[in-house]
Nanobody, 115 residues
């Protein structure tokens, strides 16, 4: 059974930092392309950052220079380091693992940026 479990969300003040984790089980993790998405209230889900099986990364323009995605294949975990957080970063953050024939999602973790 495939499971992706996000953690690390919470309430943070503008300008603060959070580190999200996505722990995977039930997949051969190192072969999967991984991504973080987010969905704010009333808005569509959007791609935030991705990291390929080879370690190539890409980011949404809105988070470039502030967020960093990484992966630890030995621990089967993906991370999202979020710095200089803004109120507009408030959303539920989801992790995604994708490979031919497989597309898996976590349950999401809430990030709220507010003073």
């Amino acid at each position: 059974q495939v499971q992706l479990v996000e953690s690390g969300g919470g309430l943070v003040q503008p300008g603060g930092s959070l580190r999200l984790s996505c722990a995977a089980s039930g997949i051969v993790f190192r072969f999967y392309a991984l991504a973080w998405y987010r969905q704010a209230l009333g808005k569509q889900r959007e791609l935030v950052a991705l990291i390929t099986d080879g370690g190539t990364t890409d980011y949404a323009d809105s988070v470039k220079g502030r967020f960093t995605v990484s992966r630890d294949n030995a621990q089967k975990t993906m991370y999202l380091q979020m710095n200089s957080l803004k109120p507009e970063d408030t959303a539920v953050y989801y992790c995604n693992a994708r490979l031919m024939g497989g597309d898996y999602w976590g349950q999401g973790t809430q990030v709220t940026v507010s003073s």
